[in-house]
C-alpha cells in the first residue's frame, strides 16, 4: 500500500499539468475532440486496447492482466459546463466553459490509476477497463457509453465499478455513502393554455398566467403533504414563460421544474401528483394543463457490501481519519447511475479545498468561484487503482 502511494506520489507533477492542460480548454456536451486528444496523448505508450466512441468523444480503455479473472470498471468523467470561470487562476479556462465541478480532476485522475496499473499487470487476475466518459452534465454520456458496449469490451461484464467525484471539503478527507448515494433528476414541464386578448380587457379573455403562478406555488406545498420526510424530494421552479409584449394576455404559459427523487415510489406519486394538481388549478381558471414529467437521471445506488469493502479498503491505505461515513444522500445526481443499474459497485467523494479556503463557506461545484486543490490527484489514481488491484488479487 506505501509502495502505490508512493508511486502515485511521483506521478502528481504530470497529473497536475495534464489537469491544468485540460482546465484550460473545457468541452461540453458529448463531442469534446480536444479533450480526447489529450486523455489519448496521456495514455500513449500504456499496453492498453482502447476503443473510441461513435455517437460520442468516449475513450475506452481495457487493461489485460497477467492472469485470467473477472473485469473490474474504473470511471472518469470529461466535460465541462458552459460556465463563464471567475477563479483569476493562471490556468482559468479561456473558451467561456469552465471545468466547474472537477470533472478534469476525475479525467486525471484516471489516467493516473491506469499508469500506476500498468506498471502492475502482471499482477492483476483479470481486466480493468477505463471508462473516459463525455456528456456526464446532462447528455447522458454514461447511458451512450452503455448502449455502444461499454460493459462487454472486455469480453465479460464487470463485477464491480468504481468512480470519483471530487467537493469542496477538507483537502483529502473521502466521504462514502451505502445505498442511495445521490438523488435521480427528472424534469417537469407544465404548460396552461387559456385564450390570449388584450391586456387592457382581462374580462375578454381566459389568462393562463395567474393558474401558472398557482401552479407553481402549489407545487411546493404538494411536495410536503404527498412526500415522506423520510424518502424526500426536492422540486425547484425554475422557469416561468409568458407571452412577449408586456400588453398582450398570452393564450398560453409554462413552468419548468427540476425534481430530485429518492425512491421509484417517489417518481410514480410525482408523475401522478404534479398532473392531477396542474389539472385542477387550471380547470378552476378555465383555462387547460399539459404535464410532461421525464426521468432524467436513476437514483446512484451503492452497492451495501461493495461500499462497506471499500470504506475498509480506504482506511487501510489513507487512515481511519481521512474516510467518512454519511448517512444522508446529497440531493445532487449523476449519471454514474445508469453504470451502477447494470454493475454492483461504489461512487464516492474526495473533498480537496484549497490551503486557506474554509470549506464551509467555499463555493460549491457548478459555481464560476469553485476552486479544487490538485494536490489530491495522487491520492485519487492511488484510491482507484488499490480498489481494482485489490478486487482482482486472485
Same mark, same amino acid.
Given at each position: 500500500m506505501t509502495r502505490l502511494r508512493t508511486e502515485a506520489a511521483a506521478l502528481l507533477p504530470e497529473l497536475t499539468a495534464l489537469r491544468r492542460d485540460l482546465h484550460r480548454e473545457p468541452e461540453i456536451g458529448l463531442d469534446l475532440p480536444l479533450t480526447q486528444r489529450k486523455v489519448l496523448d496521456a495514455l500513449d505508450g500504456l499496453p492498453l486496447e482502447? =476503443?473510441? !466512441? $461513435?455517437?460520442? *468523444?468516449?475513450?475506452?480503455?481495457?487493461?489485460?492482466?497477467?492472469?485470467? !479473472?473477472?473485469?473490474?470498471?474504473? +470511471?472518469?468523467? /470529461?466535460?465541462?459546463?458552459p460556465v463563464a470561470e471567475e477563479t483569476g487562476l493562471d490556468y482559468a479556462g479561456t473558451n467561456g466553459n469552465m471545468h466547474a465541478c472537477g470533472h478534469d480532476l476525475h479525467t486525471a485522475g484516471l489516467v493516473g490509476a491506469a499508469k500506476l496499473l500498468a506498471a502492475r499487470a502482471d499482477e492483476i487476475h483479470g481486466s480493468v477497463v477505463f471508462m473516459f466518459q463525455p456528456g456526464e452534465e446532462g447528455y447522458k454520456g454514461a447511458k451512450v457509453m452503455l448502449d455502444e458496449g461499454l460493459l462487454d469490451v472486455a469480453g465479460q461484464r464487470p463485477i464491480a465499478a468504481y468512480g470519483i467525484h471530487v467537493a469542496p471539503g477538507p483537502r483529502g478527507t473521502f466521504s462514502i455513502k451505502s445505498g442511495p448515494a445521490l438523488a435521480g433528476s427528472n424534469t417537469l414541464e407544465i404548460t396552461v393554455t387559456g385564450k390570449g386578448g388584450h391586456? #387592457?380587457?382581462? $374580462? =375578454?379573455? &381566459?389568462?393562463? &398566467?395567474?393558474?401558472?403562478?398557482?401552479? @407553481?406555488?402549489?407545487? %411546493? =406545498? /404538494?411536495?410536503?403533504? +404527498?412526500? #415522506?420526510?423520510?424518502?424526500?424530494?426536492?422540486?425547484?421552479?425554475? %422557469?416561468? %414563460?409568458?407571452?412577449?409584449?408586456?400588453?398582450?394576455?398570452? @393564450? %398560453? @404559459?409554462?413552468?419548468?421544474?427540476?425534481?430530485? *427523487?429518492?425512491?421509484?415510489? #417517489? &417518481?410514480?406519486? /410525482? +408523475?401522478?401528483?404534479? *398532473?392531477?394538481?396542474a389539472a385542477g388549478i387550471a380547470s378552476a381558471h378555465g383555462c387547460t394543463a399539459e404535464v410532461d414529467f421525464e426521468v432524467q437521471y436513476p437514483v446512484t445506488v451503492n452497492t451495501p457490501e461493495q461500499t462497506d469493502w471499500v470504506a475498509a479498503e480506504l482506511r487501510g491505505l489513507f487512515g481511519e481519519e481521512r474516510i467518512e461515513i454519511v448517512d444522508q444522500p446529497l440531493m445532487g445526481s449523476e449519471d454514474f447511475s445508469f453504470v451502477l443499474e447494470e454493475v454492483p459497485g461504489t461512487f464516492f467523494f474526495l473533498h480537496c479545498s484549497p490551503d486557506g479556503l474554509d470549506p464551509a463557506t467555499a463555493a460549491w461545484n457548478h459555481s464560476p468561484h469553485v476552486l479544487f486543490d490538485d494536490a489530491v490527484l495522487a491520492d485519487e489514481a492511488a484510491a482507484l487503482a488499490h480498489l481494482a488491484l485489490t478486487r482482482l488479487a486472485g
Open positions: 482502447i =476503443t473510441l !466512441g $461513435q455517437a460520442t *468523444t468516449s475513450v475506452t480503455a481495457v487493461l489485460r492482466g497477467g492472469h485470467p !479473472g473477472p473485469v473490474v470498471l474504473l +470511471r472518469g468523467d /470529461m466535460d465541462g459546463l391586456g #387592457s380587457q382581462p $374580462q =375578454t379573455a &381566459v389568462d393562463p &398566467v395567474p393558474a401558472l403562478l398557482a401552479i @407553481a406555488s402549489e407545487l %411546493q =406545498t /404538494m411536495v410536503t403533504r +404527498r412526500f #415522506s420526510v423520510f424518502d424526500p424530494v426536492v422540486l425547484s421552479v425554475t %422557469q416561468l %414563460q409568458a407571452g412577449e409584449a408586456i400588453n398582450v394576455i398570452p @393564450a %398560453q @404559459a409554462s413552468l419548468g421544474a427540476t425534481v430530485r *427523487t429518492l425512491s421509484p415510489e #417517489s &417518481v410514480e406519486t /410525482m +408523475r401522478t401528483e404534479t *398532473t392531477r394538481l
